[in-house]
């Protein structure tokens, strides 16, 4: 199946309508509808941010994600949907953590989210820190922090030429 999904997302990409597969999966989830309502007049920035990240994630992890909703019954419930998206996103899940713990969430969608939370794994600094490395020597390209001396002969990370400090 998630041959043909991936084939279907090279379609939908090819056409300009990869934005709009996403909504739907993110529609088919519930993530439209998911915040308390003290928070209701984030829902767009939300939704639309979640759009936005997994329309560029790889095709691949696209695909993961549609089958993996593809592959739930018609009556999960809007948690478990949401639970099961996030999997293996740990930006979704730090987001889904915050919302977590805002008064006034359904209990029943809490009680997904809280399950989410025990379930996620976590990583050690030192075996990140090893992947990095890792990364670093394969490329042999360390990034540059945007706080370094400017030498004068580029743009600072501020936008303006020359040596200033900004």
């Known amino acids: 199946m ?3 999904i991936t084939d279907m997302l090279d379609s939908f990409k090819a056409q300009g309508r990869l934005e709009n597969a996403i909504r739907t999966m993110l529609l088919m989830s519930g ?3 998911f915040l308390p309502s003290q928070y209701e007049k984030f829902q767009l920035v939300v939704f639309e941010g979640a759009v936005f990240f997994l329309t560029h994630l790889p095709k691949e ?3 993961q994600k549609m089958a993996d909703q593809f592959s739930l019954p018609m009556d ?3 948690g478990r ?3 099961r998206l996030v999997t293996n996103l740990p930006t979704l899940q730090k987001l889904c953590q915050i919302i977590c713990r805002s008064p006034g969430l359904d209990p029943e969608f809490k009680e997904f989210l809280v399950e989410l939370e025990d379930n996620s794994g976590s990583i050690d600094f030192k075996d990140l820190q090893a992947v990095i490395q890792k990364g670093i020597k394969i490329t042999g390209a360390i990034p540059k922090s945007p706080f370094q001396k400017n030498t004068g002969r580029s743009k600072c990370f501020c936008g303006r030429a020359g040596n200033h400090g900004g």
Do not use: N
């Open 31 to 33: 993530a439209d509808t």
């Open 76 to 78: 999960t419930p809007a």
């Open 61 to 63: 992890r696209i695909a």
């Open 81 to 83: 949907r949401m639970c």
């Open 2 to 4: 998630q041959e043909q």
